[in-house]
C-alpha cells in the first residue's frame, strides 16, 4: 500500500490566491513526521513545513501553513496569496518510525501560478 | 555555507560498467539518505544510515550498495549498472531521522 498518496496532479492557481494541495498517508505507528518539498523547475529540493504527529497545533511557516487532521490520516499544505514564484512540483513525505526513520515520498503535484 | 555536495552532476555510462556517485555533506548530521526519482513515482529511498557504520535499506536498494565509513560522506555505488537504474539520484541529510532533510543538487544518471 502507498505510504503518502497525492491524488492531484496538477494544480491551477490565480496569482494572489489561496491554494490547498492535498496528501494523505498511512501508518499504525503513533511517532511520525510530516514533511512537505518544493522542487522548482532548476531542480533542488526545497524544505517547506514540517508536522510531528504529536504537535497539537498545525504548522505554519510564512505563507505555508499545514492542515494537519490526524484522524483523516491528511497533511495537506496551503499556500496563500501564490506567487509566481510558487509554480513548482510539491512532495509531501512522511518519516516513519515504525520502519526504523525510513523516509516516504509521495508522487508529487505540479502546481502552476496563472497570472 | 552549509550544504550537501553531489558529484557528478551528470553522469552517462554503460551497462555494467561500476560507477560511484559521492555525497559529502558539512553539517554534521548524523542521517544521510540517496533517493532516486523517477517520473510519475515521486522519490523513493534507496539506502539510509543513521550514523557512522549504521546502513539500512529504503524501498529500492536492489542494485545499489553504500557506505559510512565517515560521518560527512554517503557514498551510492552501483557494482554493475543497468539502463533501468537511468534516473535523477539526491542525497540528503538531516541532524537525525526526525529533522528536516538538506538535499544535495541531484546526479542526472544515464546507462545505456
Known amino acids: 500500500a502507498q505510504k503518502i498518496t497525492q491524488t492531484q496532479p496538477g494544480m491551477f492557481v490565480q496569482e494572489k490566491e489561496a491554494v490547498t494541495l492535498d496528501c494523505t498517508y498511512d501508518?499504525?505507528?503513533?511517532?511520525?513526521?510530516l514533511f512537505w518539498y518544493k522542487q522548482p523547475s532548476s531542480g533542488e529540493m526545497i524544505f517547506l513545513i514540517y508536522?510531528?504527529?504529536?504537535?497539537?497545533q498545525n504548522a505554519t511557516e510564512g505563507r505555508y501553513s499545514l492542515n494537519f487532521q490526524k484522524a483523516r490520516k491528511s497533511a495537506n499544505l496551503v499556500i496563500s496569496a501564490s506567487q509566481l514564484g510558487d509554480s513548482a512540483m510539491y512532495f509531501c513525505?512522511?518519516?516513519?518510525?515504525?520502519?526504523?526513520?525510513?523516509?516516504?515520498f509521495g508522487t508529487g503535484t505540479s502546481l502552476t501560478v496563472i497570472p | 555555507e552549509a550544504q550537501v555536495t553531489q558529484n557528478p552532476r551528470y553522469l552517462i555510462t554503460v551497462t555494467g560498467k561500476k560507477l560511484t556517485v559521492t555525497c559529502s555533506q558539512n553539517?554534521?548530521?548524523?542521517?544521510m539518505s540517496w533517493y532516486r526519482q523517477d517520473p510519475g513515482l515521486g522519490l523513493r529511498q534507496i539506502y539510509y544510515?543513521?550514523?557512522?557504520?549504521?546502513?539500512d535499506k529504503g524501498d529500492v536498494p536492489e542494485g545499489y550498495k553504500v557506505s559510512r565509513k565517515e560521518k560527512r560522506n554517503f557514498p551510492l555505488i552501483l557494482e554493475s549498472p543497468s539502463p533501468n537504474q537511468t534516473s535523477l539520484y539526491f542525497c540528503?541529510?538531516?541532524?537525525?531521522?526526525?529533522?528536516?532533510?538538506?538535499f544535495g543538487n541531484g546526479t542526472r544518471l544515464t546507462v545505456t
Open positions: 508536522q510531528g504527529s504529536y504537535d497539537e
Open positions: 553539517m554534521n548530521h548524523e542521517y
Open positions: 513525505a512522511m518519516r516513519d518510525e515504525d520502519t526504523g526513520n525510513q523516509f516516504y
Open positions: 540528503a541529510s538531516g541532524v537525525n531521522g526526525n529533522s528536516p532533510l538538506h
Open positions: 544510515s543513521m550514523n557512522v557504520e549504521v546502513t
Open positions: 501508518t499504525s505507528d503513533q511517532s511520525y513526521g
